[in-house]
């Protein structure tokens, strides 16, 4: 059974730092390029970042660059998440998904449930 976990969403002031988590059973996550994507209230999801199975490439949306940080720990079979410098429109669901490519959500096949992010002023 496939399970993607997300972990790490809280309530952090503008400027501050969270670290997100994501850990998935059931596949070999060395395989899989991950990505996170989120949803903000009465918004469409938008692609976050994006990184290689290998973890040799990764991808940003403009509107995280040079703030955010996606790594992985394959032996932990562990996706992170690092978000500094936080604003108020980065509050969103964030959204761990696997096996797909890029910043296309369509391309991924497993999706965890989400963890609540909310950066207050």
């Known amino acids: 059974q496939v399970q993607v976990v997300e972990s790490g969403g809280g309530l952090v002031q503008v400027g501050g730092s969270l670290r997100l988590s994501c850990t998935v059973s059931?596949?070999?996550?060395?395989?899989?390029?991950m990505g996170w994507f989120r949803r903000a209230p009465e918004k469409e999801r938008e692609g976050v970042s994006y990184i290689h199975w290998r973890g040799s490439s990764t991808v940003y949306a403009d509107s995280v660059k040079g703030r955010f940080t996606i790594s992985r720990d394959n032996a932990k079979n562990t996706l992170y998440l690092q978000m500094n410098s936080l604003k108020p429109e980065d509050t969103a669901v964030y959204y761990c998904?696997?096996?797909?490519?890029?910043?296309?959500?369509?391309?991924?096949?497993?999706w965890g449930q989400g963890t609540l992010v909310t950066v207050s002023s």
């Open positions: 998904a696997a096996g797909g490519y890029g910043l296309q959500a369509s391309s991924y096949s497993y």
């Open positions: 059931g596949l070999t996550f060395d395989d899989l390029n």
